[in-house]
């Protein structure tokens, strides 16, 4: 069975630092990967996807970056966090033969 | 645009009694309909999908939905509601077209509050 993982459960960065999220994914080749934001426990906003090794696509310009280095890896960095930049981030991922996608337990990060 | 839209914030209801969780949706094509469930502090689990066939569609925990092409519209449903049901609820659509990125499209949330 596929299992996605996701760390660190939660973040307290100072503004200005930087961030690392890692996602993994096990159980399936060649996924369609996810970097969701959630803000104040409400609405998604999608922030990067990714169908493929190297293959990233930005939905929303801001102060991130994401970065698939393996098939079942997907990194969301920054290099300066921002105060907006708090919030819930999750990952999910997809496949050609299901429809649907199936999300990580998701990183809460606060920037204080 | 397309869009989906939950019209209700929050949706009170007595446990034992029927849920309805509303989800309309702007998108063109035939698309593919889902709906997912948020635990406080956790990821979204999925609940079900329709892609094509029969328009009661069951899923996960005792939930179903309605598909309803003429009214544009995906309501969760569920017979009798538990407090363990209590939580967010998420409508999603997969427009028609988005080809291999197996993007979705997120409704804003239905709080679904379950009262002993």
């Known amino acids: 069975s596929q299992t996605i993982h996701q760390w660190p459960a939660t973040l307290v960065q100072p503004v200005g630092s930087p961030l690392s999220l890692e996602c993994t994914v096990e159980?399936?080749?060649?996924?369609?990967l996810y970097w969701y934001r959630q803000a104040a426990g409400r609405g998604l906003q999608l922030l990067f996807y990714s169908v493929g090794i190297g293959q990233i696509s930005s939905e929303v310009p801001q102060n991130l970056s994401a970065s698939r280095p393996q098939d079942r890896q997907f990194i969301l960095s920054s290099k300066k966090l921002l105060l907006s930049d708090s919030g819930f981030y999750l990952c999910?991922?997809?496949?050609?033969?299901?429809?649907?996608?199936?999300f990580g337990p998701g990183t809460r990060l606060t920037v204080t | 645009a397309q869009s989906v839209a939950q019209p209700e914030d929050q949706v009170n209801v007595a446990e034992g009694n029927p849920l309805t969780v509303k989800c309309t949706y702007s998108v063109s094509g035939n698309p593919y309909l889902f709906w997912y469930v948020q635990y406080p502090n956790r990821g979204l689990q999925f609940l079900l999908k329709?892609?094509?066939?029969?328009?009661l569609v069951k899923g996960s925990y005792g939930f179903e939905a309605e598909f309803n092409k003429s009214q544009t519209s995906f309501h969760l449903k569920k017979p009798s509601a538990l407090v363990s049901d209590s939580a967010l609820y998420f409508c999603a659509v997969r427009p028609d077209g988005s080809g291999n990125t197996g993007k979705l499209i997120f409704g804003q949330g239905t709080t679904l509050q379950v009262k002993p």
């Open positions: 999910a991922w997809s496949s050609f033969s299901r429809y649907e996608q199936y």
């Open positions: 159980g399936t080749s060649n996924p369609n």
């Open positions: 329709y892609i094509t066939g029969d328009n």
